[in-house]
């Protein structure tokens, strides 16, 4: 069964913390470098951080020194601790392999919103 179960969204204010975690189907997660998207309405989605099997990590330059991306690979598990939050980092956030597409299948995502 395919499955992405994000969690862990929810609403704070500038400067606070959130830590989402995505459950994943071992169809998806085994062997795969995983990823956190995030999408506000009338854009595309777009990429935040990525991490390989070994625990290589990348992210775009506007969460960088901010967000930190981990795995747990006997869980089929995929955290993001997000620190120092600002208003532009309000969006839902999904996580899936790296490499999919957008007619892929994708979870429901989870919903941050950081607003005083």
């Known amino acids: 069964q395919v499955q992405l179960v994000e969690s862990g969204g929810g609403l704070v204010q500038p400067g606070g913390s959130l830590r989402l975690s995505c459950v994943a189907s071992g169809s998806i997660f085994s062997g795969a470098i995983m990823a956190w998207y995030r999408q506000t309405p009338g854009k595309e989605r777009e990429f935040v951080a990525s991490i390989s099997i070994s625990g290589y990590t990348y992210y775009a330059n506007s969460v960088k020194g901010r967000f930190t991306i981990s795995r747990d690979n006997a869980k089929n598990t995929v955290h993001l601790q997000m620190n120092s939050l600002k208003p532009e980092d309000t969006a839902v956030y999904y996580c899936?392999?790296?490499?999919?597409?957008?007619?892929?299948?994708w979870g429901q995502g989870t919903q941050v919103a950081v607003s005083s």
């Open positions: 899936n392999k790296e490499s999919a597409r957008m007619n892929d299948y």
